[in-house]
Antibody
Framework: EVQLVESGGGLVQPGGSLRLSCAAS????????MNWVRQAPGKGLEWVSY????????YYADSVKGRFTISRDNAKNSLYLQMNSLRAEDTAVYYC???????????WGQGTMVTVSS | EIVLTQSPGTLSLSPGERATLSCRAS???????LAWYQQKPGQAPRLLIY???SRATGIPDRFSGSGSGTDFTLTISRLEPEDFAVYYC?????????FGQGTKVEIK
């Protein structure tokens, strides 16, 4: 079964850091581009970051550029999101999502909740 | 950045009725890179349509997508009870992706 499982969410103070992980299974992870997408409570979806299959190409949304770092370990079938200088507005469920051939998101994890609050 | 505006915000319909959801882009979007998702409460989004009009694996044929340029439409031909949910459009352009704000389809 094709599956993505996120972990690492939790409560963090403003200005703090958190590292999210996404474990992939059921497909050849190293062949796929990956993304992080977030959803603030009661709000819509917001794309956060993209990484190519090799990790050589990376993009970020302006809202997280300079604070978040996406990475991957193909040997461990894992995707990561290092989040620094966290703000209240970063509070959201964070989903990892597999990139479809035509730049849609065809497989999603169940999400991990990040709460930034003092 | 391309902004996607979905309308209406909420659509109140009865099971068996036809639903027509609109997604308008602030500038032209390649049809290849326009997708639609369904999200139910407490669940991750599910890909319905990619490339503006192609159904994703396992999606019933009552869901269809159309459009080009700046105007795209998701149509649900006959609403089933499980179709009441929030729907998002999404585009890819200039290495970035953006979502519309969503349309909620609720039971009338």
């Amino acid at each position: 079964e094709v599956q993505l499982v996120e972990s690492g969410g939790g409560l963090v103070q403003p200005g703090g850091s958190l590292r999210l992980s996404c474990a992939a299974s059921g497909f050849t992870f190293s062949s796929y581009e990956m993304n992080w997408v977030r959803q603030a409570p009661g709000k819509g979806l917001e794309w956060v970051s993209y990484i190519s299959s090799s990790g050589s190409t990376i993009y970020y949304a302006d809202s997280v550029k300079g604070r978040f770092t996406i990475s991957r370990d193909n040997a461990k079938n894992s995707l990561y999101l290092q989040m620094n200088s966290l703000r209240a507005e970063d509070t959201a469920v964070y989903y990892c999502a597999r990139d479809h051939l035509l730049r849609a998101f065809d497989i999603w994890g169940q999400g991990t909740m990040v709460t930034v609050s003092s | 950045e391309i902004v996607l505006t979905q309308s209406p915000g909420t659509l109140s319909l009865s099971p068996g009725e036809r639903a027509t959801l609109s997604c308008r882009a602030s500038q032209s979007v390649s049809s290849s890179y326009l997708a639609w998702y369904q999200q139910k409460p407490g669940q991750a989004p599910r890909l319905l349509i990619y490339g503006a009009s192609s159904r994703a694996t396992g999606i019933p044929d009552r869901f269809s997508g159309s459009g080009s340029g700046t105007d795209f439409t998701l149509t649900i031909s006959r609403l089933e009870p499980e179709d009441f949910a929030v729907y998002y459009c999404q585009q890819y352009g200039s290495s970035l992706r953006t979502f519309g704000q969503g349309t909620k389809v609720e039971i009338k």
